[in-house]
């Protein structure tokens, strides 16, 4: 088990990370303290070897959670369902207790805007299945995935793997 967290580092490559629609189909429910997935042959978090996988070349590349996770079940217990070997990569998470009221009304993009700006990330990129709000000058640092193949899709595999490439280099 991982305890603690790593010190966020604000010239360190940042991967901001969502969970539906990116390391699992986006069919994904809260019933009672549980998170279901409801799509047959699929499982939670199922694509998180391919993130792994693809991240491993660039060791001082470190994560910000950027899912409803966080606001739901909180940032310890969100990260907990990562493997060790992202969980330990984790610095943060865009949403935190002290959010301005309205927060979750953001688009994903206005939060991890919010966040780049609070932290002054120099480098980083982005990766989920909301498009929204997503255009101009910020559009080149999302890997926007299809909300039911995630990381799954050889597509959204090599675009992550080459804007790791320039992000990391």
Not at 9 to 29: I, M, N
Not at 83 to 101: D, F, I, K, N, Y
């Amino acid at each position: 088990m991982v305890t603690g967290i790593r010190q966020r580092e604000p010239k360190l490559p940042t991967l901001f990370l969502d969970f539906d629609g990116v390391l699992h189909p986006d069919e994904v429910y809260r019933v009672g303290e549980r998170i279901v997935l409801r799509m047959d042959g699929f499982s939670l978090f199922e694509w998180s070897d391919v993130l792994d996988e693809l991240i491993a070349p660039y060791p001082a590349l470190q994560i910000v959670l950027s899912t409803t996770w966080v606001r739901l079940l909180g940032f310890e217990v969100a990260r907990s369902h990562l493997p060790e070997s992202l969980q330990r990569r984790v610095v943060g998470a865009t949403w935190h207790e002290t959010a301005p009221r309205g927060w979750e009304r953001l688009t994903r993009y206005e939060q991890i805007q919010l966040n780049v700006a609070q932290h002054r990330h120099a480098r980083w990129l982005a990766i989920d299945d909301d498009g929204h709000g997503w255009s101009g000058e910020h559009r080149s640092n999302l890997v926007l995935t299809d909300s039911l193949l995630g990381l799954g899709a050889a597509s959204a595999q090599d675009e992550l793997r080459d804007k790791l490439t320039l992000l990391c280099r």
